[in-house]
């Protein structure tokens, strides 16, 4: 069994017109059809080769769906007739439709570590939780911050002082 425990539905789903055309070719209502269509692309999704629907036959796909199996045996005739099944018994296009994205996100994240080469953490300056974007230390923009913070903080001594020296 695979280790798959989902299957993609693609949009557009109770659209379709193949399947509606299916469905006609074989007598079956629209919703029997995409009862049986569904049931076939669980069976695809758990089969040892996935998209595979060996070891399906209408006599087990009528108990599952509790229809007759000369009708199933008509539903699968039409689903082949539409290019839905092929003759090796496997869902056309499965792997199409059911891709993984494993490969693309890791081709996704191995550029991205390549791109971005590893910076050393830069020592913030100012409050906590500044971005390590922060200037280095030597930068005369840190130089410049340093500087504003040292004349306000004298001017706030100076004004202590003051105010001291007036009320003693």
């Known amino acids: 069994m695979s280790r798959r425990k989902w299957f993609r539905v693609y949009h557009g789903l109770p659209d379709d017109v193949a399947l509606a055309v299916a469905a ?13 269509w569904l049931t076939l692309l669980d069976h695809a999704s758990r089969h040892e ?11 087990t796909l009528s108990l599952q769906l509790g229809l ?5 045996a ?7 007739a539409r290019k839905r099944v092929d003759s090796h018994q496997r869902i056309v296009g499965w792997d199409r ?12 994240r191995a550029r991205r570590s390549s791109a971005a080469a590893p910076t050393p953490p830069v020592k913030a300056l100012g409050r906590p939780g500044t971005p390590s ?10 130089i410049a911050a340093r500087r504003a913070r ?13 105010r001291d020296n007036r009320h003693a």
């Not at 074989?26 to 049986?36: D, I």
């Not at 040292?150 to 003051?162: D, F, S, V």
């Open 97 to 108: 439709y059911q891709s993984s994205s494993t490969r693309r996100v890791r081709n996704l």
């Open 74 to 80: 008509a539903g699968l005739a039409a689903l082949k």
């Open 49 to 59: 080769q996935p998209g595979s629907l060996a070891g399906l036959d209408a006599d």
């Open 150 to 162: 040292l004349q306000h903080n004298n001017r706030l001594i100076i004004g202590a002082t003051a």
């Open 24 to 36: 006609r070719q074989a007598g079956f209502s629209r919703a029997e059809m995409l009862a049986l």
């Open 133 to 142: 974007t922060a200037p280095t230390p030597d930068s005369p923009a840190a």
């Open 68 to 72: 007759e199996a000369e009708r199933i």
